[in-house]
């Protein structure tokens, strides 16, 4: 009877009690942030349309900064915050600069053999290093070269089109894929584009398509929605492109034609390679600790197509719509430009420093349409925000369009006010101040942001100074929409069209 009492009383004050806390502090550890309802199993799956930049900053001002999705078995965290930007992509970047890959993902970069999808190690560090120092690095004089001379290319372009109408966005893409395809290829080979061009089209569908076994597991080998046929046909055809221009480079390698000034990516990246497989090692002579295979060198020219082209290219068709809405502004960069340039030579990369109202409305532009608007990230381990758990694995979307209009940091956000940037102390895109982050910031930040000002701003700097622009049909300018579509990239969803009339008192080209 005693001994019954003796364990009643154990169980009461110290079992239960105990049992208790344990779960009391296990069910706080699990805490989720807010976020919508889900159904069982498939949780927020069927919001899945709704998950573009927009639709998410929907959600945060209902929820918060820190929102939390569920979809099939995946958590998915969406920051929309200056605040929780810095926490995942500063405070604790070590454990957020992971990447999610989806299955067409994943087999569209040969098992995620490139750097933008590779996961945060020592292989993503030394290819990150090879890209700084040998692909876009300032000393890189080619890429900087290809960049003057496609921008030379469109300016031809324009002036024949002298009182047409001219689709800014067509041509602003064409440059961009001129200059980037120069620069990975070299100019030799501009006469495969149109087909490499249906190529990473095909790609880019494939890689923003949504793929129901990327969150239902076990569902890969059933594969519902057939796309294994399509990523096996793009990647082929990948292959047989790249392939042939790998094996041309290679043989001028061996037979030491490649001048000086005449070298391209494909060139630097074959410094590393092996016929064997990609092997990493400590140590600090990038030549020895790294060796390419094949399959890397692809895949990291399909990063540079990818990342290079739509998003430089967006951004001057965004900068060119603002300013066409915006007629005093526009007005203010051109007598800028007459003032520091005049008008009887074209702009030059010694005028830009001094070219400061220029520069505050690529800023603005970037602000308001940063060309990659969601960050996507994924934890290598359990985290905590804001005392809110967030599970290994979990796929973390950075709302940088979001963020970069947050009402708390910026007055008037959704308005396009260049001289907002005229103030001293104004925050800077490169990467600390984390209420403007068009490159992201932290260690998955753009590798390209220098190569990419430099042509967005000469581009710009170029079809601003050589020409005047007048809006087709008698269109006002508040007539010029800012409707966006959602893909990788958030280009406008109209093609902007306007009519160039020369402004120089020079000849143009
Ligand atoms: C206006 C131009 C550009 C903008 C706004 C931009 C923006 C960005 C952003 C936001 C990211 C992701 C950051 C993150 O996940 O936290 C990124 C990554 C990247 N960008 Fe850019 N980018 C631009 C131009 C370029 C150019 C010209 C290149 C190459 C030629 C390039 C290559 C890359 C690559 C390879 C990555 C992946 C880096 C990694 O995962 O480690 N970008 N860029």
């Known amino acids: ?29 699990k805490r989720f942030p807010p976020g919508p309802k889900g159904w069982p199993i498939i949780g927020n799956l069927l919001m899945m349309d709704t998950l573009t930049h927009r639709g998410l900053a929907k959600l945060a001002a209902r929820y918060g900064g820190l929102v939390h999705l569920r979809m099939g078995f995946l958590h998915m965290f969406t920051v929309s915050t200056p605040d929780m930007a810095r926490e995942v992509l500063q405070i604790q970047d070590n454990i957020f600069a992971n990447r999610p890959a989806t299955m067409n993902i994943s087999y569209l970069t040969y098992d995620r053999a490139d750097m933008a999808f590779a996961n945060y190690g020592p292989f993503w560090r030394q290819m990150r290093k090879i890209s700084v120092m040998k692909l876009f690095s300032r000393k890189r004089a080619e890429s900087w070269d290809s960049v003057r001379e496609e921008v030379d290319d469109m300016v031809k372009i324009v002036v024949s089109n002298t009182g047409c109408s001219v689709n800014i966005g067509e041509l602003v893409f064409g440059l961009t894929r001129n200059i980037i395809y120069r620069a990975a290829f070299g100019s030799l080979s501009h006469e495969g584009q149109d087909e490499f061009i249906k190529i990473l089209q095909e790609f880019s569908k494939l890689f923003g398509a949504f793929n129901i076994c990327d969150f239902v597991p076990g569902l890969t080998w059933a594969d519902p929605q057939g796309f294994m046929g399509r990523l096996v046909k793009a990647r082929a055809s990948l292959d047989g492109f790249i392939d042939s221009i ?3 480079h290679i043989e001028k390698k061996k037979s030491c034609k490649i001048d000086e000034g005449n070298s391209d990516m494909v060139y630097e990246l074959l410094d ?31 990063d ?5 082209t739509e998003t430089v290219a967006s951004a001057i068709e965004w900068a060119m719509s603002e300013l066409m809405r915006s007629p005093e502004d526009l007005k203010k960069v051109q007598q800028e430009l007459n003032n520091v340039v005049g008008l009887h030579r074209r702009v030059e990369e010694s005028d830009f420093d001094k070219l400061t109202f220029l520069k505050c409305c690529i800023k603005e532009t970037l602000r308001l349409h940063p060309p990659i608007p969601l960050l996507l990230h994924e934890t ?85 100074h050589c020409f005047s622009w007048e809006l087709p049909d008698g269109m006002k300018p508040s007539e010029v929409d800012t409707d966006d579509v959602f893909g990788l990239t958030a280009p406008r969803a109209t ?15």
Request: aromatic share 10%.
């Open 246 to 248: 790998i094996d041309e």
């Open 304 to 308: 540079v197509m990818f990342g290079g």
């Open 272 to 302: 590393f390679y092996s016929e064997d497989k990609a092997t990493v090692s400590v140590s600090e002579d990038l030549n020895t600790s790294l060796k390419l295979t094949r399959d890397n060198i692809k895949a990291i020219i399909m």
């Open 1 to 29: 009877m005693e001994t019954n009492a003796t364990t009643a009383m154990t169980i009461l004050f110290f079992i239960l009690p105990l049992l208790s806390f344990f779960i009391l502090s296990s069910f706080k550890r």
């Open 495 to 509: 093609r902007l069209v306007a009519v160039p009339t020369p402004r120089l008192l020079c000849p143009i080209c």
């Open 380 to 464: 290598a381990q359990d985290a905590e925000i804001a005392g809110y758990h967030i599970p290994a694995r979990s796929r973390v979307i950075i709302n940088s369009w979001a963020v970069n209009r947050d009402p708390n940091s910026w007055a008037d956000p959704d308005t396009f006010k260049p001289s907002r940037f005229l103030k001293e102390g104004m925050p800077d895109f490169k990467g600390s101040n984390f209420e403007f982050i068009p490159f992201g910031s932290g260690r998955r930040s753009c590798p390209g942001m220098q190569l990419g000002l430099y042509a967005l701003e000469i581009a710009v700097a170029h079809l601003l």
